[in-house]
Nanobody, 126 residues
Framework: QVQLVESGGGSVQAGGSLRLSCAAS????????VGWFRQAPGKGREGVAS???????SYAASLKGRFTISQDNAKNTLYLQMNSLKPEDTAMYYC????????????????????WGQGTQVTVSS
């Protein structure tokens, strides 16, 4: 059974940083396409960043330069480093892993055909 468990969320001031972690079991993150989505109150789930087995990454255009996705294959863990956080980054952040072969750009373009974690809350205050 695939399980994705996020951690590292919290409340920070604008301009601060957080690093989210996603510990995977029943799924090897280095062999598939994995990434992060977020959902703000009243809005749909949107793709944040993704990475595949070749190390190719994809980011939402508005986040590129502030967020960095990475993985530790030995720990089978996915990370999202978030810097220069803004109030509009406030959302529930979800770890995700693809069911089928896909590309990082396609992965963050939709929320179907994925395993999901339970989410971790990120709150950024002014």
């Amino acid at each position: 059974q695939v399980q994705l468990v996020e951690s590292g969320g919290g409340s920070v001031q604008a301009g601060g940083s957080l690093r989210l972690s996603c510990a995977a079991s029943g799924y090897t993150v280095s062999t598939g396409c994995v990434g992060w989505f977020r959902q703000a109150p009243g809005k749909g789930r949107e793709g944040v960043a993704s990475i595949d087995s070749t190390g190719t990454t994809s980011y939402a255009a508005s986040l590129k330069g502030r967020f960095t996705i990475s993985q530790d294959n030995a720990k089978n863990t996915l990370y999202l480093q978030m810097n220069s956080l803004k109030p509009e980054d406030t959302a529930m952040y979800y770890c995700a892993a693809a069911w089928w072969a896909t590309t990082p750009s396609a992965f963050i373009g939709g929320d179907r055909d994925k395993y999901w974690g339970q989410g971790t809350q990120v709150t950024v205050s002014s």
